[in-house]
């Protein structure tokens, strides 16, 4: 089992710019990738970007160029440099754990944490 807690979020005007972190507790060995989601209101939840244990990134096509996720292993934290943000950005950010046992997949989520760009 893993617990996810972020941080961060908040109210910034177009072009701002905003971090998140994510820390994991609990079975965090193992956890292969952790990321984040995000879900306006009336829209389904879509991916932002993801960082594998190793280190690969991807992200979600509206985001690319402008965000940048991170991590530290060590710490079992992800990070979220959210930079140009748009008034389409506005949503409730998730943290997500990929998170394996042997053959058993979970997905793993943290409670979310709101995110508003003003136009």
């Known amino acids: 089992q893993v617990r996810l807690v972020e941080s961060g979020g908040g109210l910034v005007q177009t072009g701002g710019s905003l971090g998140l972190s994510c820390v994991a507790s609990?079975?965090?060995?193992?956890?292969?990738?952790m990321g984040w989601y995000r879900q306006a209101p009336g829209k389904q939840r879509e991916l932002v970007a993801v960082?594998?244990?190793?280190?690969?990134?991807i992200y979600g096509t509206p985001v690319a160029g402008r965000f940048t996720i991170s991590g530290d292993n060590a710490k079992n934290t992800v990070y979220l440099q959210m930079n140009g943000l748009r008034p389409e950005d506005t949503a409730a950010y998730y943290c997500?754990?990929?998170?394996?046992?042997?053959?058993?997949?979970?997905?793993?989520w943290g409670q979310g944490t709101r995110v508003t760009v003003s136009s």
């Open positions: 609990g079975n965090t060995d193992k956890i292969n990738a």
């Open positions: 997500n754990a990929d998170y394996q046992d042997g053959s058993e997949l979970t997905d793993f």
């Open positions: 960082i594998t244990r190793g280190g690969k990134t």
